[in-house]
């Protein structure tokens, strides 16, 4: 049986409550939210029905912050895949860097997917038709394999095409449900994988995670000016909340031809690309991953890039990539990601047999 998404608990970062207040009208479409610290006082409050019931309800700590951290007390690395602006290849590295970490056999490794309205983990890792099944510990997660499980709202919509319509505590409620609910077990990483941007999302799952900790985030960027812009105000962002940054990613960068291994600027790093903002911005600077065509293949199959293609450039700069995230949490590079872990895989994939 899978959870319903019928009545999500609501959640604010600054004072939930256990029982939302009862409103007696609609929220209007610029509400803070009624267990908002702000609720029934902000300019947006002016005029609504609801005010008086939103000012006078009680708030308060979240009451389920030390049964989150509990929950996760058997994880020992969350880190954020961040991005500033969409259609970086986010997803798709987060992907990627949990298949290469679990390519460890003595590593377990889990991806949360928090990007509520746009869920596609599921689709890449070859999971999109799973469910998520309840247990007396709680929601479980779907195991792509013995040492890789996913968590994400895709499992629990009527339909692959259902569209997920809601505002802010709607999906605070749902992350809560993710971070509070699910039996993840033992994990030596858990991936979250956040959308676009600096709001909601992030802002839950970086105070949902502030007592158990968070090990630092992952910026995803690809080398054109237009989304380093972004990658800017994310690593703001990042500098606000109190998030270290483990290091910036410039994904899709170069063009590497399949045949015959050459490579071209797809997207013209006109300002210096990742490496020269990492030195602007004193982050640390983990490394580039070409453009490859057989990388968006695997993800439309749902096959792991790293096993399927371990000789190429994208897949030998990921490897890079992986041990320098290892090394800026303060593993060794070879916990994290072994040499003999190459792809060891000899079956055919559609990838392999779909050639571009």
Known sequence: MAPSLEEPEPVDLEAPLKAAPKLIAPEPEHCPGPESSTAGQSDACAG??????????????????????????????????????????????ATMLGHALAANPDSQVGIMDADICGPSIPKMMGVETETIHISNDGWSPVWV???????????MLPTADSAVIWRGPKKNGL?????????????????????????????????FLQDSGVA??????TPQEVALLDVRKELDFCAKAGIKVLGLVENMSGFVC????????????????ASALAREMDV???????????????????????????????????RTVVRRVGEEM????????????TGTDTTTSKTEAVKP
Not at 181 to 205: A, I, N, Q, R, Y
């Open 258 to 273: 399949p045949n015959c291994a050459g490579e071209s600027d797809i997207f013209a790093a006109s300002t210096g690309g």
């Open 175 to 207: 992350i809560k449900q993710f971070l509070k609910d699910v039996s993840w077990g033992p994990l030596d990483f858990l991936l979250v994988d956040t959308p676009p941007g600096t709001s909601d999302e992030h802002l839950s799952v970086n105070a």
């Open 330 to 341: 303060g593993l060794p590079p070879d916990q994290v990601l072994p040499s003999t872990a």
């Open 48 to 93: 609504c029905p609801n005010q008086t019931i939103c000012a006078t309800a009680p708030k308060g700590p979240d009451p389920d912050r030390p049964h989150i951290t509990a929950r996760l007390s058997s994880i020992k690395h969350k880190v954020l895949i961040l991005s500033g602006k969409g259609g970086v290849g986010k997803s798709t590295f």
């Open 216 to 221: 630092g985030a992952v910026v995803v960027t």
């Open 145 to 155: 394999s013995d040492n890789l499980a996913v968590m994400s709202i895709q499992f």
């Open 284 to 318: 640390p600077y983990l490394g580039k991953v070409p453009l490859d065509p057989r990388i968006g293949m695997a993800c439309d199959y749902g096959e792991s890039f790293f096993d399927a293609w371990p000789d190429s450039p994208a897949c030998e700069a990921l």
